[in-house]
């Protein structure tokens, strides 16, 4: 049995990847009673407000709640997890050792996955201890393939993970409405620019998808002395791509301020 502790936008994306498949075999805890009826109804799985009902009837859980609700929560069934359960953590900051400490036990992979798993395009970075079993693992990663593809990293790399792709949907998402508002303000319509800039994204991300280096496309975009090298010009003399680096660098630096909540 899969045992969600939490029941949110994140918690619902793994479980429409997986429901299909493991809608029988799905138990979810969630304290508000809209949002257990509307997974109910949605995805035909069991709920329930009891997060121990969860780990005594599940040996896969899913802890998908807040970061700074973790303390608290690991405290209700600490005592309940058994040499046979295996945690997975999806909490931005959280590390293993924490968790490990929490709940006495070395089972324990932490996840970073992104939003677009919503859409079952998501990107899940996985770190675990050797005591993982190579079936174990594949379990695991069959999950999280079911939202989109799925990276093995070594822990010490989750916090820039957290902030490239954790919060990299925002900051795209913040590009795409500069370029909406630009596109506004050159005299197309809204839902125009809109239809313009998402679709640009989607194309180029699908080219880079290929292989292709965003340098190379880049260069094949730009001509020289064109609209698109006048461009690039006000980002090199506006220091666009030194803001990126610097906003990557904040958001790794909060996600280890978040993992300090023990």
Do not use: W
């Not at 429901?19 to 304290?31: C, L, M, N, R, T």
Request: hydrophobic letters at 40%.
């Amino acid at each position: 049995m899969i045992g969600f502790i939490g029941g949110g936008n994140m918690a619902e994306a793994i479980i429409k990847g997986i429901y299909g498949k493991h809608a029988k075999d799905i138990i979810v805890s969630e304290p508000r009673d809209e949002r257990r009826s509307y997974l109910e109804n949605m995805y035909h799985v069991k709920t329930t407000s009891d997060n121990k009902a969860v780990i005594k009837n599940c040996n896969i859980i899913i802890l998908a709640v807040k970061p700074q609700d973790m303390d608290s929560v690991t405290a209700e069934f600490a005592d309940l997890i058994s040499n046979d359960t295996i945690v997975v953590s999806i909490a931005a900051g959280i590390t293993l050792a924490y968790l490990s400490s929490r709940l006495k036990t070395s089972k324990i992979i932490r996840v970073m996955p992104n939003t677009p798993a919503l859409v079952q395009e998501g990107m899940s970075v996985l770190s675990m201890c050797e005591c993982i079993h190579d079936k174990e693992m594949g379990l695991i990663r069959d999950i999280f393939m079911s939202i989109g593809k799925v990276m093995m990293l070594p822990e010490k790399y989750m916090d820039a993970v957290t902030a490239l792709s954790g919060s990299g949907p925002a900051f795209f998402a913040y590009f795409v409405e500069a370029l909406i508002e630009g596109g506004i303000k050159m005299g197309l319509g809204k839902e125009d620019a809109t239809t313009l800039a998402v679709q640009t994204l989607l194309g180029t991300a699908k080219l880079l998808d290929t292989g292709m280096t965003p340098q190379k496309l880049r260069e094949m975009v730009t001509s020289p002395k064109g609209t698109t090298a006048e461009g690039l010009k006000v980002f090199y003399e506006k220091g666009l791509k030194e803001t990126v680096v610097s906003a990557i660098e904040a958001a790794t630096n909060r996600a280890k301020e978040l993992g300090r909540v023990s």
